[in-house]
């Protein structure tokens, strides 16, 4: 026997609010009410490739719900962005086999402009890298490392993907510029960046230790 139009009605609306309920569920767990998270995503580049990088970190960031992304040029940032982000992930262009000058004003400036110390201001933030450089081999690995370290100095809590040190491209020779795998590495960094961020930040409330 059919059922009648008014009972099909009636079927269907209790379906929807069960599979509404469910997404609400769903939601709730991906992004806790109320709850937010920022991420700093800060470059220096001259000529484009780390920007390029820049903004497919900025995008992986994005891609976790709940999680908002700061794009600035080093120069450009201030102690309120800094401090008020829960992540930051800082990129450079590889000039002499290290991070540019002016990254690493940018980490000294933590210090004599914005007053990081003695309070620790950045501890237990989430710190991540990413490097570009013209030649294969040829100082990406050191520049993450150093930008890494003045992490590290912050006691900062650093994280990489896209490679072991971070995402990085080599800009000059056979495919100038920034390829797929790479844009894809630096999105995976910012994807873990703010996954990672996120664990910390509701594990925030951890009980009293004896
Ligand atoms: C002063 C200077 C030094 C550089 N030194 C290196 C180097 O040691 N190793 C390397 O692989 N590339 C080196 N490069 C190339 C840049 O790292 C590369 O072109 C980078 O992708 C530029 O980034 P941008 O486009 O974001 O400015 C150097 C470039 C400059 C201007």
């Not at 990129?91 to 620790?120: C, H, I, T």
């Not at 995402?167 to 795998?181: F, K, M, W």
């Amino acid at each position: 026997m059919m059922a009648k139009p008014s009972t099909c009605v009636l079927l269907g609306l209790f379906g929807l609010f069960f599979v509404s309920l469910g997404c609400a569920q769903v939601e709730a767990q991906v992004q806790p009410q109320g709850e937010s998270l920022q991420v700093l995503v800060v470059y220096h580049s001259l000529s484009g490739n780390t920007e390029e990088m820049a903004k497919s970190v900025m995008a992986g960031a994005q891609s976790i719900p709940g999680t908002s992304v700061i794009l600035h040029r080093v120069r450009d940032v201030t102690a309120e962005k800094l401090f008020g982000s829960d992540a930051v992930v800082v990129g450079s262009p590889v000039y002499w086999s290290n991070m540019s000058g002016e990254v690493k004003a940018f980490f000294d400036r933590w210090q004599f402009e914005f007053g990081v110390f003695p309070e620790l201001k950045m501890r237990n933030k989430i710190g991540a890298a990413f490097a570009t450089g013209g030649q294969v081999s040829s100082g990406k690995e050191m520049t993450m490392l150093t930008i890494l370290a003045a992490m590290l100095g912050n006691r900062m809590i650093v994280v990489s993907d896209g490679g072991a040190f971070g995402a990085s491209a080599t800009t000059e020779g056979d495919s100038p510029g920034i390829n797929d795998a790479e844009r894809a590495d630096a999105w995976a960094l910012g994807k873990r960046v703010a996954e990672v961020a996120w664990m910390v930040k509701r594990g925030q409330a951890l009980p009293a230790q004896p």
